[in-house]
């Protein structure tokens, strides 16, 4: 009975196939054909979920000819070429059988519109090759697992050449002029450096260009083909991504009425801090009326930090610089009162005059921290690179630096010599930093532990104290600039000390980090370079 109904089963799939391959040729553009294809095709498998794909290998552009989702036919769209599922088909030029999706099948990057909640869980999915080059792709999906056997895999693949073969001879019917300017615009769209997202009437993305796929990919599942911006499906979007499409909502619907938008921004945070700028130009049909638009996306995050950090360098300048400018101007005032009314005796005069050169020191270390931050920003760290002893640098910026405190021992644990090629001033400057934090953030005293070792190729240094301590939340953030642990902000510092000995460091091909065990627990800095750059 079974070997009877699997003959049966057979004779119509030949059937099928004989009728489809006679069909196909005569299709007389790629939307008939997608019908055709699909018609036939669901009378030999679950077609629920149908998509037929065009490759433009100039542009790397795939452009959705047609798609159905449970018999409802719903809008096409192009993306660029990426590392989703429908990509990698055609990268590979390899067929896919998946038979339980969310057993087997890879994270879903580019999604498309449907009604039905969830992700299909079986699929065919194969390239349309020509010869050796990919013109398309041919998607069959099912809401069921396992819907698809091994002979469902073989009666697509045997269809894919006849289709590629069609696709080919349609092509030329549509104009090689105008194949040719829409292939150089594709080509122009996915070399811009902005993002690119095309709207139809409705506001929805019918199409987007790679740098937009960059923006929105890593925000959550993907893009959704199809289906407006402004859609109360957005409540169902990943949270990144349903605050794009909230940002954009204005501009969407702004376009709908054929009016511009400019500059609408919105700041995410789900994968690490970002600032996207939207500009929206609408488009008219042939009697000017609206017809979707285009909007271009700028990642502005860059600019924003900038200004921010300018904001808050002016705001720390003018704070830190106060404390010694009114220093130098007491001082420089009580010396004028003394000479005036003849009591200025030599050492008084002398210890004022040691003040207010202290107070000078401060503030050109002050200058000098504010363009090292500059030239980091801008990537000018200029090294002098020379031979330099590392254990005598530590020993001599101990020796210094002991003696601003009575409270703290600092030992001293390095090999006799340990050279490299570094800029001695710079490393100088990483080490002192280091040692004068240990002694800041232990205002209790204790012992300071600086080590130094080598395992021939790389040397790495640690200071490590008794003192306050790091909370665990705090560590990732502690060579960012300008930031300061709670609780410490009481102490002198700019927050700038510890980025730019990251910058230094990283100039010499090395990395800085730190480790404490939390609050009260004292902390250890370490970083580590090559010998040799």
């Not at 795939?62 to 599922?85: C, D, K, R, T």
């Not at 065919?124 to 398309?136: C, F, Q």
């Not at 931050?373 to 254990?391: F, I, M, P, Q």
Request: hydrophobic share 40%; aromatic share 4%; proline share 5%.
């Amino acid at each position: 009975m079974f070997a009877a109904s699997e003959t049966s089963r057979r004779k119509v799939r030949v059937a099928a196939m004989r009728s489809l391959l006679l069909a196909v040729p005569r299709s007389s553009d790629v939307g008939e054909l997608f019908h055709l294809l699909h018609r036939e095709l669901s009378r030999l498998v679950d077609t629920t979920g149908f998509l037929l794909g065009l490759y433009d290998e100039a542009s790397q552009m795939v452009e959705v000819v047609g798609q159905i989702e449970a018999g409802v036919v719903l809008p096409g769209g192009s993306f660029p070429l990426g590392n989703g599922f429908l990509s990698e088909v055609i990268r590979t030029r390899q067929p896919r059988h998946i038979h339980h999706w969310s057993v087997e099948g890879p994270r879903v990057q580019v999604q498309y519109a449907t009604g039905t909640p969830g992700l299909p869980e079986a699929t065919i999915t194969v390239p349309l090759m020509l010869a050796d080059r990919v013109v398309g792709v041919l998607s069959l999906q099912s809401y069921r697992p396992n819907a698809y056997d091994e002979d469902d895999l073989f009666t697509v693949q045997a269809l894919a050449p006849q289709v590629s073969a069609t696709i080919a001879a349609l092509q030329p019917q549509q104009g090689a002029q105008a194949v040719r300017r829409v292939s150089k615009l594709e080509a122009v769209l996915s070399s811009m450096n902005e993002g690119l997202l095309i709207l139809d009437e409705a506001g929805r993305i019918e199409s987007l260009n790679p740098p937009a796929r960059e923006i929105f990919g890593p925000i959550g599942d993907g893009i959704i083909l199809g289906q407006a911006l402004d859609d109360e499906q957005q409540g169902h979007w990943p949270l990144g991504a349903r605050a794009v499409a909230e940002a954009l909502a204005p501009v969407v619907e702004a376009l709908r009425r054929g009016e511009p938008r400019r500059d609408v921004e919105v700041e995410l945070s789900s994968q690490g801090r970002r600032v996207l700028s939207f500009s929206g130009t609408p488009l008219c049909d042939a009697n000017g009326q609206p017809a979707g638009g285009v909007v271009v996306i700028h990642d502005v995050t860059t600019q924003r930090d900038v200004a921010r950090m300018k904001d808050d360098l002016l705001s720390i300048t003018s704070h830190d610089l106060r404390t010694p400018l009114t220093v130098l101007r007491v001082q420089v005032q009580l010396i004028q009162r003394a000479l005036q009314q003849e009591a200025a005796s030599p050492d008084e005069l002398r210890s004022r005059a040691d003040l207010m050169l202290n107070q000078t020191d401060r503030l050109t270390n002050m200058l000098n921290r504010l363009l090292d931050l500059t030239r980091v920003e801008a990537g000018r760290l200029d090294l002098k690179l020379e031979r330099v002893d590392l254990s005598q640098l530590i020993r001599t910026t101990v020796a210094s630096v002991q003696s601003l405190s009575s409270l703290h021992t600092i030992s001293v644990h390095t090999p006799k010599r340990l050279e490299g090629d570094w800029d001695e001033g710079r490393l100088g400057q990483v080490v002192q930093n280091l040692i004068t934090n240990a002694i800041k953030y232990s205002p209790e005293g204790g012992r300071i532990d600086v080590t130094a070792t080598t395992d021939g190729r790389n040397v790495t240094v640690s200071v490590r104290d008794q003192g306050l301590g790091i909370p665990p939340e705090d560590l990732p953030k502690l060579f960012e600039r300008f930031y300061r642990v709670a609780g410490t902000r009481g102490l002198e510092g700019s927050g700038l000390g510890l980025y730019i000995c990251q910058g230094i460091l990283a100039a010499h091909g090395g990395r800085i980090w730190a480790s404490s065990a939390g609050r009260g627990q004292g902390s250890t800095f370490s970083f580590a370079l090559p010998l040799t750059l």
